[in-house]
C-alpha cells in the first residue's frame, strides 16, 4: 500500500523549533517531488516548501523563507521540514504529498505557488501550534 506517515508537529512557543517527518511506505522518493502543505482553520491550504529527488529543485513559499528548511534521506526514504523561529501565524495542520514527477517544484518555482488539487498520495496531517 502507497502510503506517507507523517511524525513530529506539536505545541511550541513563539521563536522555537519543530521538526515533521514525512516517511514514504510501499514506494520509495527517488523520482518524486514531495511538498509540505499547511491549512489553518478557516484559511485555504497553503503551500509551504517542495523538493524534487530527480532534478535538485527546492521551493520556499515567502512566508518561510529562511525560517523553513526541507532535506531528504534517502535512506530512510523520508523527508523532512525543519521549522525555526516560528510564529503564530504558522499555526496549522502540515500535510505532506507525493508528486511521481518533478512538475510539483517545478511550477511552483515557476509561478510562485504549489499546486495540490492532482496530488493524490498525501499523509495524515501533523498540529503544529505556537503560542504567543
Known amino acids: 500500500e502507497v502510503q506517507l506517515v507523517e511524525s513530529g508537529g506539536g505545541l511550541v512557543q513563539t521563536g522555537g523549533s519543530l521538526r515533521l517527518s514525512c516517511a514514504a511506505s510501499g514506494f520509495t522518493f527517488d523520482d518524486y517531488a514531495v511538498g509540505w502543505f499547511r491549512q489553518a482553520p478557516g484559511k485555504e491550504r497553503e503551500g509551504v516548501s517542495c523538493?524534487?529527488?530527480?532534478?535538485?529543485?527546492?521551493y520556499y513559499a515567502d512566508s518561510v523563507k529562511g525560517r523553513f528548511t526541507i532535506s531528504s534521506d534517502n535512506a530512510k526514504n523520508t523527508v523532512y521540514l525543519q521549522m525555526n523561529s516560528l510564529k503564530p501565524e504558522d499555526t496549522a495542520v502540515y500535510y505532506c504529498?507525493?508528486?511521481?514527477?518533478?512538475?510539483?517544484?517545478?511550477?511552483?518555482?515557476?509561478?510562485?505557488?504549489?499546486?495540490?488539487?492532482?496530488?493524490?498520495?498525501w499523509g495524515q496531517g501533523k498540529q503544529v501550534t505556537v503560542s504567543s
Open positions: 504529498a507525493a508528486d511521481p514527477s518533478p512538475a510539483l517544484c517545478t511550477i511552483a518555482q515557476d509561478m510562485g505557488v504549489m499546486v495540490s488539487k492532482y496530488l493524490e498520495v
Open positions: 523538493l524534487s529527488h530527480s532534478d535538485g529543485k527546492i
